[in-house]
C-alpha cells in the first residue's frame, strides 16, 4: 500500500514499519490562456436601423471628386467614415458631418451627411402621399457644429417631389420650424450645440404635424397636400466657401454636425 501525503510518499513494510522519503510533484501544467476575441466592426447601422435608407456623403467619388459619394444598401450596412458618418467614441451615436468645402448634389449649392428614405430594403425610392395613410418619422438627435460664418443647418426634414415641404433648421442660436424658405416656428430661441432634442414628424390627412421634445400638442401644424415624399436626416449644412468670406474658412474643420442617437421611421 502507497499513501501520498503532501510532497511525502510512505510506503508500509511487511513488519509494520514505514519507510519514509521525500518525492518531488510536479505542479499541473497551467491551461494555455485563450486568444482574445477580436471585437466585431461597429458601424452606424449597429446604432440605426439602415435598413431603408441611403447616405449622401459630403466627398466626391473616385470618378468625380465633384460629385458627392453615395452609398446605398446592402453596403450601407457595414459602411462607416471618418469623420463625415461614424460613430461616436462610447459607440452609442453617430456622427453626421458635412463641411462647407464639401461637393453638393443639383439644384443645392450645400453639402450634406444626410440619410435620405428607402423602400424594398433599400432599392426604391421612397415616396408617399401626405394624403394617403399616416406617415412618422422620430429624430432623437443633437446639433453639435455650424460654420463659423454662417452658423446655418438642417436637422431633419420631408422633402417632396421637386423641393423640401418642411425642415428643422438652426440658424444659430434660434431653432425653428421652417416651410418653403421661410421660418414659421421658434423651436428654441437659445439653443446652445450639444443640446439633445426631439422631433416627429406626423403626416396624415393632409397635414403635417411636428412635435418638439416630447409633447403631446404639436408645436406646428402644416396644412398642405403633397405627394413623392420621403423623409430625410443627418447634417445638411447650409453653408459654403462663399457665404464664409474668408479663403481660411473654405476648409474641411469648417462644418456642421449632428449627432443622432434613435431615428424611426413608421407608414400606416
Same mark, same amino acid.
Given at each position: 500500500?502507497? #499513501?501520498?501525503?503532501? *510532497?511525502?510518499?510512505?510506503? =508500509?513494510?511487511?513488519?509494520?514499519?514505514? #519507510?519514509?522519503?521525500?518525492? %518531488?510533484?510536479?505542479? *499541473?501544467?497551467? !491551461? /494555455?490562456?485563450? +486568444?482574445?476575441?477580436? +471585437?466585431?466592426?461597429?458601424? =452606424?447601422?449597429?446604432?440605426?436601423d439602415l435598413t431603408n435608407w441611403k447616405i449622401t456623403l459630403p466627398i466626391g467619388t473616385d470618378k468625380d471628386p465633384t460629385h458627392p459619394l453615395e452609398i446605398r444598401q446592402p453596403k450601407l450596412m457595414t459602411y462607416k467614415i471618418d469623420p463625415w458618418f461614424t460613430l461616436t467614441s462610447d459607440?452609442?451615436? #453617430?456622427?453626421?458631418?458635412?463641411?462647407? /468645402?464639401g461637393p453638393t448634389t443639383g439644384g443645392?449649392?450645400?453639402?450634406? /451627411? %444626410?440619410?435620405?428614405?428607402? &423602400?424594398?430594403? $433599400? &432599392?426604391?425610392?421612397?415616396?408617399?402621399s401626405s394624403t394617403e395613410g399616416t406617415h412618422t418619422m422620430f429624430i432623437d438627435e443633437a446639433i453639435t457644429a455650424v460654420p463659423k460664418t454662417k452658423r446655418h443647418i438642417v436637422a431633419g426634414q420631408i422633402h417632396g417631389s421637386s423641393d423640401d415641404i418642411i425642415v428643422i433648421r438652426l440658424q444659430y442660436p434660434n431653432l425653428y420650424v421652417n416651410v418653403d424658405g421661410k421660418n414659421v416656428y421658434t423651436l428654441d430661441s437659445h439653443y446652445t450645440l450639444g443640446k439633445r432634442f426631439t422631433i416627429k414628424f406626423i403626416v396624415?390627412?393632409?397635414?403635417?404635424?411636428?412635435? @418638439?421634445? $416630447?409633447?403631446?400638442? !404639436? *408645436? @406646428? &401644424?402644416?396644412?398642405?397636400?403633397? *405627394?413623392?415624399? @420621403?423623409?430625410?436626416? $443627418?447634417?445638411? &449644412?447650409q453653408s459654403n466657401?462663399?457665404? %464664409?468670406?474668408? !479663403?481660411?474658412?473654405?476648409? #474641411?474643420n469648417n462644418y456642421g454636425e449632428v449627432v443622432i442617437y434613435n431615428l424611426t421611421v413608421t407608414h400606416q
Open positions: 500500500m502507497v #499513501v501520498i501525503k503532501g *510532497s511525502q510518499l510512505f510506503i =508500509p513494510t511487511s513488519s509494520e514499519k514505514i #519507510v519514509e522519503f521525500s518525492v %518531488e510533484l510536479s505542479p *499541473s501544467p497551467s !491551461p /494555455s490562456p485563450s +486568444p482574445s476575441p477580436t +471585437p466585431s466592426p461597429r458601424y =452606424p447601422s449597429r446604432i440605426l459607440e452609442k451615436e #453617430v456622427f453626421f458631418r458635412a463641411p462647407v /468645402s443645392t449649392k450645400y453639402a450634406r /451627411s %444626410e440619410l435620405r428614405e428607402m &423602400t424594398d430594403g $433599400g &432599392t426604391l425610392q421612397a415616396k408617399w396624415s390627412g393632409g397635414q403635417t404635424k411636428v412635435f @418638439y421634445n $416630447g409633447n403631446l400638442q !404639436p *408645436s @406646428y &401644424t402644416l396644412d398642405k397636400k403633397y *405627394s413623392g415624399a @420621403y423623409f430625410k436626416a $443627418g447634417a445638411y &449644412t466657401c462663399d457665404k %464664409e468670406f474668408w !479663403p481660411w474658412l473654405c476648409s #474641411v
